[in-house]
């Protein structure tokens, strides 16, 4: 299989190793220094598109990816005030996109635990209160990360007392608080505490390297490709 990068950063360089392991090709390494070239990525010469790029690349790289019939996975956190539009545009040009704000199997098996605890809590949450936080190293750039929104909003979906998030900030009875911080080099830390004046109960997820994140994009190109339509983490793994 044919894949280009968008984005060609640390994310990008992993992408590029585990792809090249499985035995497909890289068709092209777009980063900010070589934008343009974006043009000369094109069906006849690439089959997926892997889109890890930065919040002010991705809904330009991702527009193109629709308009030009290039199925995309893209794991760019930070711009999907955009999302609708991508998955319009996707929809109105018969493409495939898939989206993911995090493509590690075990984050994912963690988003579904996150949503069960969450549904076991939900009558005592008179007693308890609950909060995310998320570590990442100091080269990320947005906050809160992507995969703490969606736990945020797993817990939302669940609480009925929530019906929203905020970020670093003292949060009111109907908001989930995340405390988002940046250190050294982490890979990804998160975890949802939920915390009583009689105990605490905690669920974390700690990530030791980039590889399990670009391990699951490869994997999503190798299952996006031939398809149609608008896709994510819970329909390839089904969930």
């Not at 495939?96 to 590690?104: G, K, L």
């Not at 998320?134 to 906050?143: L, R």
């Not at 405390?179 to 974390?204: A, C, F, M, N």
Request: glycine letters at 8%; aromatic letters at 8%.
């Amino acid at each position: 299989m044919r894949i280009a990068l968008l984005g060609y950063g640390k994310m990008g360089k992993v992408i590029e190793q585990i792809a090249l392991q499985r035995g497909h090709e890289i068709s092209a390494k777009i980063d900010i220094g070589n934008r343009t070239e974006l043009l000369s990525v094109i069906p006849e010469n690439t089959d997926v598109v892997i889109e890890f790029s930065s919040p002010e690349s991705a809904y330009g790289n991702l527009k193109y990816c629709m308009e030009f019939g290039l199925p995309a996975v893209c794991g760019t956190t930070g711009w999907l005030q955009h999302k609708p539009e991508i998955e319009k545009l996707c929809q109105d040009n018969s493409g495939a996109f898939f989206y993911a704000s995090n493509y590690s199997i075990g984050v994912n098996l963690f988003f579904e635990i996150n949503k069960a605890l969450a549904r076991l809590m939900n009558p005592y949450m008179g007693e308890y209160k609950v909060s995310t936080n998320e570590i990442h190293h100091t080269e990320k750039k947005d906050s809160p990360s992507g995969t703490a929104i969606t736990l945020a909003q797993g817990l939302i979906e669940n609480l009925n007392n929530k019906t929203t998030w905020v970020n670093n900030q003292i949060a009111q009875e109907n908001e989930v608080p995340i405390w988002s911080s940046r250190e050294g080099k982490v890979p990804g830390t998160h975890e949802i505490k939920y915390i009583s004046d009689v105990d605490q109960l905690e669920i974390k997820h700690i990530a030791h390297s980039r590889n399990g994140f670009a391990l699951g994009a490869v994997i999503a190109a190798e299952w996006l490709r031939d398809k149609t339509g608008i896709f994510g983490m819970n329909d390839m793994l089904g969930f």
